[in-house]
């Protein structure tokens, strides 16, 4: 068993990114490896926790998050496992081992999925994923509640499915979900595996409507004649239901921020 976690950024997030790496090697699994994918311009900042955290680094192609996830795939080969997880963002305590137990335990399952908890960039928290095994069902038709922080993928898997398609900005996890599809189970495990930080400035909140119509273009990707038809008043409500999700999660962000002392 082998696995490669992924971490993508920027170098500017120094301290959160310290709590992510320090996340994924509290995990205690052996055959765990690390790879940081940063541009050029953010090594200098990224080197020193690479180091204590026994991280290997990567170039950022400079086109994208979505590209350095693809960057982090073809580093990935001899992997059994891929996960990527964002610089501010934390596995919890065991997750892995959860994740894979659940994902070696049966050869037809490709991804392993558990629950998340949104908190603010305080840590305070404010939400937690709800839905379930429901979302590998919903995802195809209404908004994707299927959490990608701390889920697991086999490697092969996401080689055959097509890897990552780097057009994408907000919605490549969104495509890859429903692409494995295919290959294998996406199965939900009932535990937190990941906390996620919800704030403002986020790609996903900051330009909502933009990643709204991505989301809506990926979906009708993979929806048959009839289901193109139906899916437009799903999509719309589907609008709705984000809309209104993302601006209650971040009045309570916010809410959080400014209750924190300074």
Avoid: C
């Avoid at 026994?54 to 400079?62: N, R, T, V």
């Avoid at 659940?102 to 908890?117: F, P, T």
């Avoid at 080689?159 to 996406?186: C, H, I, K, Q, S």
């Amino acid at each position: 068993m082998s696995i490669l976690a992924v971490v993508p950024t920027a170098g500017a997030r120094s301290a959160t990114l310290q709590q992510t790496l320090r996340s994924i090697r509290d995990q205690g699994m052996a055959d765990l490896d690390i790879l940081i994918v940063t541009p050029v311009s953010g090594e200098e900042l990224v080197a020193p926790l690479a180091d204590r955290y026994g991280a290997a680094l990567a170039s950022d192609p400079g086109s994208g998050l979505t590209a350095a996830l693809s960057e982090g795939l073809r580093r990935a080969s001899g992997y059994d496992a891929y996960l990527w997880i964002n610089d501010d963002d934390e596995l919890t305590e065991g997750s892995l081992a959860a994740t894979w137990g659940a994902l070696s335990s049966r050869e037809d399952r490709v991804l392993v999925y558990g629950n998340v908890e949104y908190v603010d960039t305080t840590g305070r928290h404010i939400a937690t994923s709800k839905l379930g095994r429901f979302a590998k069902h919903l995802m195809a038709y209404g908004p994707n509640l299927l959490p990608q922080p701390g889920s697991l993928a086999r490697t092969d898997a996401i080689v055959a499915a097509g890897g990552f398609d780097d057009t994408l900005r907000y919605a490549p996890d969104l495509d890859l979900f429903l692409r494995l599809r295919a290959f294998g189970e996406l199965a939900h495990i009932d535990r937190v595996v990941a906390r996620y930080t919800w704030h403002p400035d986020a790609l996903t909140v900051q330009y909502r409507r933009t990643s709204l119509r991505e989301a809506e273009e990926v979906r009708r990707r993979y929806r048959g004649p009839i289901g193109r038809i139906l899916g437009y008043p799903a999509d719309l409500a589907t609008r709705l239901f984000v809309s209104q999700a993302s601006r209650r999660l971040t009045a309570r962000a916010r809410s959080g921020s400014q209750q924190a002392p300074a």
